[in-house]
């Protein structure tokens, strides 16, 4: 007799509640439908990495509803024989070897799936780190997401990033303006007149790139110090305080943000 089957599905959230679709354009200079978060169903359980791989009865995980529930197939599988798996891989799912961007909860589901039956989860929700490092803001956060790391392994608080200016948001002294002439009635004086209108027209982007960069570096460091502050209340776990850190800064600063893209 043939072994019995078991569904297989996939739960999705999103850690952003929203916010990431309607405000990603303004922060990362590119539209990111939301900041993913997945748990694979079987056996009546939802597994999922955070802190370590972890069990919970379906429906009751700290995340509240999915968005997506994706069917995955159905596996053969005895539940004994994959929770023995889960503990042959749990030394390579623990605190210290999360990262945020390369092994993460997706990548532990993505690994389950393919055990269980033979397919991973979808492309869309793995790609999403890669979707926010090739956004105008990737190398910027990059710090604060290497900040994150260290203090999820050491789970001490951890110190504002410090923002590193690119060229665009270097402030230069403005070159001296050249003495008032009379206004020419040649070709060349009106060469002249049109590269005097150039320059200060980049000095111009280059004012507006400078007050950018120092926004961003703000908004960079209000999120570690939500995060922060949220860990030293020892109420959420590290994974949970960096979201709400993120949603917190984000409401802050949506409208005025919005504002400067328009």
Request: glycine share 8%; hydrophobic share 35%.
């Amino acid at each position: 007799m043939a072994e019995e089957g078991y569904k297989v599905v996939l739960n999705v959230y999103d850690l952003s509640n929203g916010l990431a679709r309607q405000l990603s354009t303004s922060f990362l200079g590119k539209p990111i439908e939301a900041i993913w978060h997945t748990g694979v169903v079987v056996y009546g359980n939802e597994y999922f990495f955070g802190g370590g791989i972890q069990s919970l009865p379906a429906g009751t995980t700290p995340y509240g509803r999915p968005v997506r529930v994706v069917e995955l197939g159905e596996t053969h599988i005895p539940r004994e024989v994959f929770e023995d798996y889960l503990r042959d891989i749990s030394p390579r799912y623990t605190a210290e070897t999360y990262r945020l961007m390369t092994h993460n909860c997706n990548n532990f589901s993505n690994e389950v799936a393919q055990f269980l039956v033979g397919a991973g989860i979808p492309d869309y929700i793995l790609n999403l780190p890669n979707e926010v490092m090739s956004s105008p803001m990737g190398p910027l956060i990059m710090p604060m997401i290497q900040n994150l790391e260290s203090t999820l392994r050491s789970n001490a608080a951890p110190m504002a990033t410090q923002f590193v200016p690119t060229s665009a948001s270097v402030s230069v002294s403005a070159p001296p303006m050249p003495p008032p002439q009379k206004k020419p009635n040649s070709a060349a004086g009106s060469s002249e007149s049109k590269k005097q209108e150039e320059e200060k027209k980049s000095e111009a982007a280059a004012k507006v790139g400078d007050s950018l960069g120092g926004a961003r570096g703000k908004v960079q460091e209000e999120v570690m110090r939500e995060f922060a502050a949220i860990m030293a209340s020892g109420t959420l776990r590290a994974s949970e305080a960096a979201a709400l850190a993120m949603r917190r800064v984000m409401e802050r600063h949506g409208d005025a943000t919005t504002m400067q893209q328009s």
